[in-house]
């Protein structure tokens, strides 16, 4: 049996479940709303505030899907009540971030600024003019906008220009040296 996906997930006060019969599973509380769809080997229920995922054999991909749907409802939950940030830091001469209205504006060594609208379900705030935050309800959209900024200027080794996520480390590259004739 899997080891995350018989842990059952406790639903705070103010966190409503609807289960629904085709197992679609919508997760609502203070922040806002989320649902997921899940296969009909893997059943979900809740009883006494707390949200159990069993599965009902142990063919196929079942064993792994049943702590992946587990681990799914609980970001869903954590979600909807205290939400996710990812932090980015910007490192660079004259690389800076800019706010304009519902997206981000970011000068980052290209001959043009980069821009990133918001979605749905995401909003950016500039903490300082190299420090961005992203922050969301959904776990997997927040990191996937937060990796996607990243991506336009990945980190350089050699000085360690680029985007970087808050407290990453990234491994600095000795440069050439002046050998010996």
């Not at 609208?117 to 003019?129: D, L, M, Q, R, Y």
């Amino acid at each position: 049996m899997s080891r995350i996906g018989r842990l059952p997930v406790a639903v705070p006060k103010g966190v409503t479940v609807k289960i629904s019969a085709d197992n679609v599973v919508t997760v609502k509380g203070p922040l806002g709303e989320l649902s997921q769809k899940f296969t009909g080997d893997i059943a979900v229920k809740e009883e006494n505030g707390e949200i159990i995922v069993t599965r009902k054999n142990d063919d196929g991909q079942n064993p792994a899907l049943h702590g992946l749907y587990r681990a799914l409802i609980f970001n869903m939950v954590k979600g909807v009540t205290a939400g996710y940030e990812k932090v980015l830091v910007i490192a660079g001469v004259g690389y800076k971030a800019a706010k304009q209205g519902n997206k981000i504006v970011l000068n980052i060594g290209y001959s043009h600024p980069v821009e990133f609208e918001e979605p749905k379900g995401v909003t950016f705030n500039i903490n300082a003019p190299t420090e961005i935050s992203v922050k969301g309800i959904s776990k997997e959209l927040v990191g996937q906008t937060a990796a996607d900024i990243k991506a336009a200027r990945p980190v350089e080794p050699y000085h360690n220009y680029g985007i970087r996520y808050k407290g990453e480390k990234v491994v600095k590259k000795e440069g050439k040296t002046a050998g010996k004739k």
